[in-house]
Antibody, heavy 118, light 107 residues
């Protein structure tokens, strides 16, 4: 059974960085494409970036370019999303997700709440 | 970036009724559009991919249609567990983008 288990909630000060992890089980990272989506409190879903279904390269949404880095450790089947220069508007639940190259998130992590507050 | 506009923002219906949700893209996405359901406190769930294909385990009452810029999610007969927020997502122009969501509420 495929599972995506994310790291726990974080509280950060403005200007800091956060790194959220997403451990995959039931398969290996080399088999899938990983994506990251966030959701601010009471708001809709926002795509941050992920694996392009056409070429497998990780692409970031323009809004986050220069501030986000998505990486993978295939030795531990863990994906990471690091967001820098945090501001209050980055307070959100961050989700990892995976697909097999379809471009749609077929399975999701449970979400990680990141709170940015002074 | 392709902008997806969903309508209506809120849809109030009763169990047993038919629901029709719309998603319009700012430019053609071909058939590369999906639909998700999200309930409070839960991660989204993929319902439909490539405009009309049901994801694994999704009930037959969920159906998708459309191509180009206009898409529809239809729920043929609403069950109590179907009341949730629904999002469309395009994967034609990477990275993907979501619509703002339609809240389906009990009338």
């Amino acid at each position: 059974q495929v599972q995506l288990v994310q790291s726990g909630a974080e509280v950060k000060k403005p200007g800091a960085s956060v790194k959220v992890s997403c451990k995959v089980s039931g398969l290996t990272l080399t088999e899938v494409c990983m994506h990251w989506v966030r959701q601010a409190p009471g708001k809709g879903l926002e795509w941050m970036g992920g694996c392009d279904p056409e070429d497998g390269e990780t692409t970031y949404a323009q809004k986050f370019q220069g501030r986000v880095t998505m990486t993978e450790d295939t030795s531990t089947d863990t994906a990471y999303m690091e967001l820098n220069s945090l501001r209050s508007e980055d307070t959100a639940v961050y989700y990892c997700g995976k697909d097999y190259g379809s471009g749609y998130v077929e399975d999701w992590g449970q979400g990680t709440l990141v709170t940015v507050s002074s | 970036e392709i902008v997806l506009t969903q309508s209506p923002a809120t849809l109030s219906l009763s169990p047993g009724e038919r629901a029709t949700l719309s998603c319009r893209a700012s430019q053609s996405v071909g058939i590369y559009l999906g639909w998700y359901q999200q309930k409070p406190g839960q991660a989204p769930r993929l319902l439909i991919y490539d405009a009309s294909n049901r994801a694994t385990g999704i009930a037959a009452r969920f159906g998708g249609s459309g191509s180009g810029t206009d898409f529809t999610l239809t729920i043929s007969s609403l069950e109590p567990e179907d009341f949730a927020v629904y999002y469309c997502q395009q994967r034609s122009n990477w990275p993907g983008t979501f619509g703002q969501g339609t809240k389906l509420e009990i009338k």
